[in-house]
T-cell receptor, first 112, second 114 residues
Framework: AQSVTQLGSHVSVSEGALVLLRCNYS??????LFWYVQYPNQGLQLLLK??????LVKGINGFEAEFKKSETSFHLTKPSAHMSDAAEYFC??????????FGKGTLLTVNP | DGGITQSPKYLFRKEGQNVTLSCEQN?????MYWYRQDPGQGLRLIYY???????QKGDIAEGYSVSREKKESFPLTVTSAQKNPTAFYLC?????????????FGPGTRLTVL
């Protein structure tokens, strides 16, 4: 079985500041990891995914994430926050089966 | 445009009524999924289908039913047996159900049971 823990249900940053959203996973097999973003009352949009090809994964909108096996982490970062980044972010893991297990989400607020 | 359509966006029903949520995709994907989202709970898998005329229960299937008669369609029925049906429902699809396949999501339907 696999699980995901997102540390911090709400993260607030100033515009231009570093964004760091934390995700730790548990998986009995080599994991495949995903970050999705959700804007209010909308579906989820894929930001990036890790599929074992490279530990540093670059995604859309300037986001990237680094897979660290020793720390079982897949934290999402962006060097400089924009107002448009305000949304809810979900980390997900897929283990030995096709099923995605999602974290509970982190709401990102960007202050002007 | 290729994508996933969910209708309606907002749905209101009286307690005790069954209601069917629509999900259509024109991405030619084999696999389709239904998730339920509650505030602060992330997404939980209700049902999934890997191929036409076949589907399996997810983690919270009680009180829900689905059908998969066509590749592009995967409707979800919320029955009166579902004790707390008010939620945001998301449909997704992927090429297949392999480990690296990306799931693409529809815009969601917000169901409110009065």
């Amino acid at each position: 079985a696999q699980s995901v823990t997102q540390l911090g249900s709400h993260v607030s940053v100033s515009e231009g500041a570093l964004v760091l959203l934390r995700c730790n996973y548990s998986s009995s097999v080599p994991p495949y990891l995903f970050w999705y973003v959700q804007y209010p009352n909308q579906g989820l949009q894929l930001l990036l995914k890790y599929t074992s090809a490279a530990t540093l994964v670059k995604g859309i909108n300037g986001f990237e994430a680094e897979f660290k096996k020793s720390e079982t982490s897949f934290h999402l970062t962006k060097p400089s926050a924009h107002m448009s980044d305000a949304a809810e972010y979900f980390c997900a893991v897929r283990g030995s089966n096709y099923k995605l297990t999602f974290g509970k989400g982190t709401l990102l607020t960007v202050n002007p | 445009d290729g994508g996933i359509t969910q209708s309606p966006k907002y749905l209101f029903r009286k307690e005790g009524q069954n209601v069917t949520l629509s999900c259509e995709q024109n991405l030619n994907h084999d696999a389709m999924y239904w998730y339920r989202q509650d505030p602060g709970q992330g997404l939980r898998l209700i049902y999934y289908s890997q191929i036409v005329n076949d589907f399996q229960k997810g983690d919270i299937a009680e009180g829900y039913s689905v059908s998969r008669e066509k590749k592009e369609s995967f409707p979800l029925t919320v029955t009166s047996a579902q004790k707390n049906p008010t939620a945001f429902y998301l449909c997704a699809s992927s090429i297949a159900s392999g480990s690296t396949d990306t799931q693409y999501f529809g815009p969601g339907t917000r169901l409110t049971v009065l």
